[in-house]
């Protein structure tokens, strides 16, 4: 599994690279904060996978999973889901919602 820190997530995201980037939270979470530009597919539903590859548009884009932070094993739970499906290009972005606003300096995600 592949490691994304701060950092590298703003620069792909400042460059606008072509990924795709998941909160994996359940909805209620989503609503309250999330990174912008990001999508919401819980990890704990039934067809994740499904759900993941008809957003990705296949297997081969480049996803970034995320939950609330460090100590939310949920990106983490998201990214083996999705490599194990056969997806090729995964990461997990551990800092998630709470560092993202922490060192960004945003408060809500539009």
């Known amino acids: 599994m592949n490691i994304l820190s701060y950092d590298q997530l703003k620069k792909i995201k400042d460059v606008k ?3 795709l980037l ?3 939270l359940p ?3 989503f609503d309250t904060a999330h ?3 990001s999508i919401n597919i819980p990890v704990k539903q039934a067809d994740f996978e499904a759900q993941v590859e008809g957003a990705a548009g296949g ?3 480049k996803i ?4 609330a932070g460090f100590h939310c094993p949920a990106s983490h739970e ?3 889901k999705l490599e194990k499906a056969g997806f090729t290009n995964v990461y997990a972005y551990e800092g998630g919602t709470k560092e993202w606003q922490e060192k960004s300096g945003a408060r809500q995600a539009a």
């Open 59 to 61: 297997k081969d884009k």
């Open 35 to 37: 990174i912008p530009d």
């Open 78 to 80: 998201a990214a083996e």
């Open 17 to 19: 690279e072509d990924f």
């Open 22 to 24: 998941i909160n994996v």
């Open 27 to 29: 909805a209620a979470y």
């Open 64 to 67: 970034v999973a995320y939950c």
